[in-house]
């Protein structure tokens, strides 16, 4: 079959030709249209649900809200995990679903949940629990930043959300999320005292302003000829209008609202602040984070929003500027033009290694042609299939142009062998190309089936590396096809004929090194073959040597990269006050500022305080970014009050939980003093782990509470009810919305509170008169009692338990394996009453180390079987795998040497390897079986013959293939360091196992013929 399309292609040039340019300008307009991103889309289905209930504290939250919601939303199918945050006045529910679970459907199963719990969910919520569709590992690409030094933060909130609906509007843009938003609301701050003086409850008052402000729809007049709509001015909509409100009559005179409370245009949170730092230049600033959505081109995404902007810049007035605070396109773009020159730079090396090879041009052209055909055939082929131009495709590719261009070395070199028997070079490529057909098949079938088990792969590594390995297995098809049809018509007509080339003496020296070296190789060879059994036994020191490698690798998970920016999280006391943050965090921000890495960063501070600090481009600053941590730790972490957990963001985010450090721990347990006690105490140890650092809880026991025990007899004799009790408390000190303005274009509200200096410590309650039976102000004091204590600042549910979430990060140097194997005694010594697991990039480690192992059999299982049926041998699939032990024994030793963790990423080289190094077994293997069969040769002498003839092809697809490895491998370009163990892997695997495989495969093949003689012979007797 693989003659008669040579035949073909070599009896027609023309279709061959034409074929060719088909497949060359499929390749380039797919190139043109596909979109480009850093990683493959990897749609993480998570919905975020949100319920908010100003003033309860987080014990109310958790258990009349959250415990509601989560028992509604146990009953979905497809949930993955599920936790919940409660703090005071909201609660936040994160779900994650298993990837195959289309988050649509999910989310309407969302949707109908919260609809069933709503009658269970306290009645004063001021609006239903809302959910929203997110993707933990979406990032935002593009960070805008509005300022201004005279405009109040609500006008610049106004502009600020119309900027984010119309950002919101662009093709690929998933979403543009406030931080720092300062959205408009009536504030009206009650005085106790005068409210005694007039015996007004709050909730007269708040009564009264609902009651005043009003926007009902009131109908119209329609008479024979014409239509009136009915509108009326029931709406206040400015603080003037409010103070004017009559809430009450006394002694025939009203009271209006200016007389018991100050009524200000404010905002709705006033503990919501947000900086941005350029230089010595600081500003308030409001932050616009932009999603692109799963899919979408990031770069066109990035490129239609910096199209806005002058548009944008010219519609706000003149003192509001609109500033770029990161362009995250820019570093994809860095990333991806690096591993494109990347690229370029191995098919350079590549032909330059053929070209050393064959020294003559015209024959060099001939195999390179299949460089770029395989290349842009692989771009249509990944237009198909709906993928994208990003690092790991490129990489894919990268790695690729080493081995693709083998079939076509093969090919040549076998039509060139021929044709030195004088064969004319029509005929040397017929005999040629029949001769090597199934030899390249062979290789091409078994190299793209090692990629198999990659997509069975499950989780969220198998979805980053699917594209990687069908990008690999198309481009392997593709050239396996070059090479069957293009190279060996090229060859018919390209090649000169034997004897008529003139050589130069630049090629007969260097043919002469050849002709010593394969000289040299077959002594050495003949040498090896007399000692067999000293041969055996190294096979079986290296064997177990790769093991004992194996098990004392360091062990990571996605190695880190620098990506420019660095995210700080914060951990204060559980009851510090906003203003006693903001003061803590200016000091972090001084010693942020003054860094020479640093070009910029953003200050977000409300219930805890956060930074992300924009790094300049990595050739104009001296340090990474880890580097860079590892210098800033120890200053921002001597100021009083404050730690700051620094983190190197990875490339994808496996977590949808608010985490401050990298890696998590959490506990779980239906006995919260258990749960807290025993986390408390494992902290601590952890916090004494020399290898661990950052280490954190989201467990805050301490925030203050003032605890009311009301007196139910007295307050019955009053007539005032434990719910009139707490519905005062919650309109003094709750932030209770009373009334909504329904705006042109959006929705603000009437918010009633106690005024601030009635808010500051315990004397507060002390001043709350509440109205009676009687109608006389009684004294809360009268009715209840209260004492100060303790008090958690939140808590956390995980999988509808109680739990608590220890973070941490690690030292430099530490490896995650090493990082686990220390803490899994600490786990091992915790109740069983209390369960731990890991979550995020430590879960996402834990199951994809156990699933690589069955990943690295289940590769190997399936080169076996490939063989076995290509060759029809159970023999022959065991003689070309005898290099796997030496390829992973040299990927191993390499990243010992090179201190490279053993990660996803290298892991996916070693399964490489295999496809790899058994590519000389094939070659060699099956020219002996040829000559064994044809020539009736012994296996000694067969195996003697096919090592030296095959030789060359050898040498050069070995070299090839390492030039392919070779620049990722040195690590060049942004994020290249996360390549980098891939290409370390192959590179030291191909050093070391392609030379020993020289020597080792023939050793083996006549054993394996040997003991295939003696089974034959017993079964014939």
């Not at 944008?312 to 396109?329: N, T």
């Not at 496809?915 to 195996?943: C, P, Q, T, Y």
């Amino acid at each position: 079959m693989t003659g008669g399309l040579s035949d073909l292609c070599i009896k027609r040039p023309v279709m061959t030709v034409l074929l060719m340019v088909s497949i060359l300008l499929a390749g380039l307009i797919s190139y043109k249209i596909l979109p480009v991103s850093d990683l493959p889309n990897v749609d993480f289905p998570t919905i975020v649900v949100t319920a908010t209930l100003p003033g309860a504290s987080p014990e109310t939250m958790a258990s009349t809200v959250a415990t509601v919601l989560e028992k509604q939303f146990a009953t979905i199918a497809g949930i993955d995990s599920m936790s919940s945050v409660s703090t005071t006045g909201s609660v936040q529910i994160t779900i994650q679903f298993s990837l195959e679970r289309d988050i649509d459907a999910a989310a309407q199963d969302v949707q109908a949940a919260i609809g069933n719990a709503q009658r269970r969910l306290p009645d004063d919520m001021p609006s239903p629990p809302s959910y929203r569709k997110s993707n933990p590992s979406n990032m935002a690409i593009f960070i805008l930043g509005l300022t201004s030094p005279s405009l109040s933060p609500q006008v610049m909130d106004r502009y600020a959300q119309t900027l984010s609906e119309r950002i919101s509007m662009l093709n690929g843009v998933a979403q543009a999320q406030l931080r720092g938003s300062k959205k408009f609301a009536i504030r009206v701050q009650l005085d106790p005292e005068a409210m005694q003086l007039y015996g007004l409850g709050s909730e007269e008052v708040a009564q009264a302003i609902s009651d005043q402000n009003v926007n009902l729809p009131m109908g119209d007049l329609s008479g024979s000829h014409s239509r009136i709509t009915l509108k009326a001015d029931g709406q206040l909509e400015a603080a003037s209008q409010y103070e004017k409100i009559i809430v009450a009559v006394r002694d025939g005179q009203p009271v209006r609202l200016s007389q018991v409370a100050t009524v200000l245009d404010s905002v709705e949170n006033l503990e919501d602040d947000a900086w941005i730092y350029q230089g010595e230049e600081r500003a308030k600033a409001i932050f616009l984070f932009i999603q692109k959505q799963p899919g979408s081109n990031t770069l066109e995404v990035a490129r239609n929003i910096k199209n806005l902007l002058p548009v944008f810049q010219e519609a706000l007035p003149g003192s509001l500027h609109l500033s770029v605070i990161r362009d995250g396109s820019q570093s994809i773009q860095e990333s991806v033009d690096d591993v494109q020159f990347t690229l370029l730079l191995t098919l350079a090396l590549v032909v330059l290694v053929i070209f050393l090879f064959i020294r003559n041009v015209s024959s060099t052209i001939i195999p390179a042609l299949s460089l770029p055909m395989s290349i842009f055939g692989t771009f249509a082929a990944m237009q198909v299939f709906g993928f994208s131009i990003n690092n790991i495709s490129l990489m894919a590719l990268t790695l690729s142009v080493g081995f693709v261009v083998d079939d076509a070395i093969v090919m040549l070199e076998n039509i060139v062998r021929h044709a030195e028997m004088g064969k004319p070079r029509l005929q040397a490529a017929i005999d040629g190309a029949r001769e090597v057909g199934f030899t390249i098949i062979s290789m091409t079938v078994s190299l793209a089936a090692i990629f198999i088990p990659l997509l069975f792969m499950g989780g969220i590594v198998g979805r980053l590396f699917r594209e990687f390995s069908v990008t690999i297995g198309v481009a392997v098809l593709i050239s396996c096809f070059i090479s069957l049809t293009l190279t060996p018509m090229l060859g018919s007509r390209y090649l000169k004929e034997h004897g008529t080339e003139q050589h130069g003496r630049l090629y007969l020296m260097t043919e002469r090194l050849y002709d010593l070296a394969l000289a040299a190789y077959r002594v050495s060879l003949l040498v090896v073959l007399d000692h067999k059994r000293m041969t055996l036994a190294l096979s079986a020191l290296v064997l177990a040597l790769t093991i004992w490698l194996f098990m004392i690798v360091p062990k990571g998970f996605l190695p880190s990269e620098d990506r420019g920016y660095i995210n700080v999280s914060t951990e204060t006391a559980a009851d510090i006050s906003f203003p006693a943050l903001v003061e803590r965090m200016e000091r972090l921000a001084e010693i942020v500022r003054k860094d020479e890495n640093v070009e910029s960063f953003v200050m977000d501070v409300d219930t805890d305080g956060s930074m992300r600090i924009n790094l300049k481009p990595r050739q104009e600053r001296p340090l990474s970014a880890d580097q860079l941590i590892e210098k800033l730790r120890p200053p921002m972490n001597s100021i009083p009050g404050i730690r700051a957990m620094l983190v190197n963001q990875p490339p994808i985010n496996l977590t949808g939980r608010r985490v401050r450090s990298l890696y998590q721990l959490t506990l779980q347990g239906t006995d919260a003093k258990e749960l807290y006690g025993e986390a408390q105490r494992l902290e601590r140890e952890m916090k004494s782990i020399d290898a661990l650092t950052d280490v954190s809880s989201d467990l805050q026991l301490k925030n203050g509470e003032l605890r009311l025990r009301i007196k139910r007899d007295q307050s019955l004799l009053y007539g005032i009810s434990p719910r009139m009790i707490e519905q005062s408390l919650y309109d003094y000190f709750g932030e209770r919305s009373i009334s909504t303005i329904y705006a042109t274009n959006d929705q603000y509200d009437v918010i009633i509170s106690a005024a601030p200096d009635g808010q500051l410590d315990s004397r507060a309650l002390a001043a709350i008169r509440l109205p009676s039976a009687t109608g006389e102000m009684t004294p809360l004091a009268a009715v209840a009692d209260w004492e100060m204590g303790l008090g958690p600042l939140s808590i956390n549910h995980s999988g509808q338990l109680q739990s608590v979430t220890i973070s941490f990060n690690l030292r430099p140097g530490v490896s995650l394996s090493d990082a686990i194997a220390v803490i899994d005694p600490l786990r091992a010594s915790l109740p069983v009453t209390v369960p731990s697991l890991f979550q995020g990039s430590a879960q996402q480690f834990q199951s994809s180390q156990a699933s690589m192992t069955w990943l690295l059999a289940i590769a190997i299982i399936v080169i076996y079987i490939v063989l076995g049926i290509l060759y029809e041998s159970y023999i022959h699939p065991l003689t070309i795998l005898t290099a796997l032990p030496f390829a992973g024994f040299g990927a191993l030793l390499t990243l010992l040497l090179f201190r490279v963790e053993l990660s996803i990423y290298a892991f996916v080289g070693i399964i490489m390897l295999i496809g790899l190094v058994k590519k000389n077994g094939i070659m060699m293997i099956d020219f002996a079986v040829s000559a064994r069969e044809k020539e009736g040769k012994n296996a000694h002498d067969a195996i003697v013959e096919a090592c030296c003839i095959r030789f060359r092809p050898i040498m050069m697809t070995t070299f090839a293939a390492l030039m392919g490895a070779v620049p990722i491998a040195v690590g060049y370009g942004a994020g290249g360091e996360s390549r980098q163990p891939l290409g370390l892997a192959v590179v030291g695997g191909l050093l070391f196992s392609q030379t020993l495989t020289l020597y080792v495969t023939p050793v083996f093949y006549i054993y394996m013929e040997g003991f295939r003689e003696r089974w034959a012979r017993r079964e014939c007797a």
